[in-house]
């Protein structure tokens, strides 16, 4: 027995001086490391001020030190930034979605600059302007050739101040002056809420900046008060970038109740690690409830559809989400400059990691990769169902997206269903209510004549495939054996464009009608008229409606 005692004790002993030694070899570590961070600083200062001194021609500072700055960050994720005091106002926006300016988006592409939105309530909304309205000037300033950049900074800027412009009616060329007092507009993180498939209740969030959960918890607890029959809930969060994680963590709420996991954060700085969880009584945790995400659902709207799907609370409809696991703190930095760092990972409450990038690796050329399907890891939700880290969110139920042809492309580039709806809207005073309006045959035939004489030639994917096997054979030396054959194929697949517009006429149609509803309607016609073409929002419908196929999806 004393000999097992001397040995434990030995043991102990040797556990005690590895644990030191760890300690000590960590102690080293980190004061090697502090120790390189101060030589090089001392370095860059160095050879900044000989440079400064010594070479031949004058080396603006401030370039100098960005460009610095610059290739420190490429070796960070994209999502780590320097904000200049100057461009501390994008910074505002993106947290909470408010900003100086008149309220509209604009267009210059055309070798024009067309107002092609307009936000209710603005003050050009106030004033009268209306999407297809040119703009002329700005402060004096000509549009024309001006880049979409210069003219944005010119329609933004402190509340209160003036900007004259002269707009020109886009039928009959009449111009107008107007003095337009600028605004804080507040771009609505909930751009539509309604009714959709007569008893399922739909919003739409666009983005999760300061009090937008407020914001989603109104337009839901109206829809519930106005339609008490309400069967299902759709939140639409296709196309949200995402934004405060605390907002995510309140959105979650309005449908998970109290003290739930929503979202975990890990770091390098330990103490800022932290579970967040619901803190109120659900809004409603029984209603049967679907989101919607697609490519481009990033960051606080996958934290949402991650609880959704982790806890077993409502169906992921749609698209594989962006794949954004990480969270950015701002920091400051002298002359009121920002750094916005990544500073932690964030985990489901299953406990996985959906970024789908790692940026902590990069190969030989210096580039960042994809985690590969085969490297992705199973976890398990509340209910036992397998999910996957590493790739963004997978839906439950997936739907193909919508995928234009090439003629409608062409035809929203080219703005000629922009400008047929313009002439549209000049034509007719009114029309049926967003949801109800439809186009007539004859107003689809009298499109195919606006047309007439308008260049909208393209190529279709065929003819791209085919240009690109031409290029290949050339190159290997068999296209002179294949000549004929080939360019027999090439015109039994010359496309016509008349044709083309009659194939495609269902989605040409639903295009125009959104755009001309938008003249009427503004923002929210055009998403209400959306909805009754839209296939995901349709197949979310068609879950909520069968009860055992919901069920059976969250099993």
């Known amino acids: 027995m004393r000999a097992f005692f001397q040995r434990k004790g030995r043991i102990v002993l040797l556990l005690l001086l590895l644990t030191v030694a760890v300690t000590g070899i960590k102690a080293y570590s980190d004061k090697d490391k502090y120790f390189e961070i101060a030589k090089n600083l001392d370095i860059f200062a160095a050879f900044y001020r000989e440079l400064n001194t010594y070479y031949v021609d004058d080396l603006p500072p401030e370039k100098l030190m960005h460009k610095g700055i610059d290739a420190m960050l490429e070796e960070t994720d994209p999502y780590t930034d320097f904000i200049p005091e100057e461009n501390l106002d994008e910074l505002k926006f993106m947290a909470t979605g408010k900003y100086g300016g008149v309220g509209v988006s604009v267009n210059t592409d055309s070798g024009r600059t067309v107002i092609t939105d307009i936000y209710e309530g603005s003050p050009m909304h106030k004033a009268g302007a209306r999407p297809g309205d040119i703009i002329v000037s700005l402060d004096g300033k000509k549009a024309d050739g001006m880049e979409q950049d210069e003219i944005s900074h010119l329609l933004k800027g402190v509340p209160g101040t003036a900007l004259d412009m002269v ?7 009449e111009e107008t002056a107007k003095k337009i007092v600028r605004e804080e507009i507040n ?34 607890e109206g829809l519930k008060k106005d339609h008490p029959g309400m069967k299902g809930m759709i939140l639409d969060l296709r196309g949200n970038p995402g934004g405060l994680l605390d907002e995510a963590v309140l959105v979650a709420n309005i449908f998970v109740d109290k003290n739930k996991l929503i979202v975990s954060t890990k770091g390098k700085v330990k103490n800022w690690d932290r579970d967040y969880k619901t803190e109120e009584p659900a809004i409603d945790a029984k209603v049967p409830l679907v989101v919607l995400t697609n490519r481009s659902s990033a960051s606080a709207s996958e934290i949402v559809a991650g609880a959704v799907q982790d806890l077993d609370r409502g169906v992921i409809v749609g698209q594989r989400s962006f794949g954004k696991g990480l969270v950015q703190t701002t920091r400051p930095l002298p002359y009121n400059a920002k750094l916005k760092v990544t500073t932690a990972k964030y985990y489901t409450p299953s406990g996985r990691c959906i970024q789908a990038i790692d940026y902590s690796h990069r190969n030989d050329e210096g580039e960042v990769e994809a985690v ?54 000049y034509q007719h005073p009114s029309i049926a209510p967003a949801g109800n309006f439809t186009l007539s045959e004859d107003d689809f035939t009298d499109f195919m004549h606006f047309l007439d004489g308008r260049n909208y030639s393209y190529k279709t994917r065929s003819e791209e ?35 083309d517009l009659l194939k495609n006429k269902t989605e040409i149609k639903h295009l125009i009608e959104e755009e001309i509803v938008n003249r009427y309607y503004l923002q929210k016609g055009r998403i209400e008229k959306s909805l009754a073409t839209d296939n995901e929002v349709n197949e979310a419908v ?7 196929r919901y069920q059976q999806l969250l099993k």
């Open 372 to 425: 590969p399907d085969s490297m992705r890891r199973s976890f398990n939700t509340f209910a036992g169902r397998k999910v996957r880290d590493g790739g963004g969110i997978e839906p439950d139920d997936t739907v193909d997206p919508t995928l234009l042809s090439q003629v409608a492309i062409t035809l929203i580039r080219k703005l000629y269903i922009f400008d047929y709806a313009t002439q549209y809207y």
């Open 167 to 173: 707009i020109r009616n886009p039928v009959t060329g």
């Open 465 to 499: 495939a085919l240009e690109s096997f031409q290029n290949t054979a050339r190159k290997e030396k068999y296209y002179d054996a294949v000549a004929k054959e080939f360019e027999a194929l090439q015109q039994k697949m010359k496309h016509d464009k008349k044709q």
């Open 542 to 548: 068609a879950v909520l409606h069968q009860p055992e």
């Open 187 to 220: 771009v609505r993180p909930v751009s539509y809420a309604g009714m959709t498939g007569n008893d399922i209740g739909y919003i739409r969030m666009t983005q999760f900046t300061e009090n937008s959960a407020e914001a989603v918890q109104k337009a839901f």
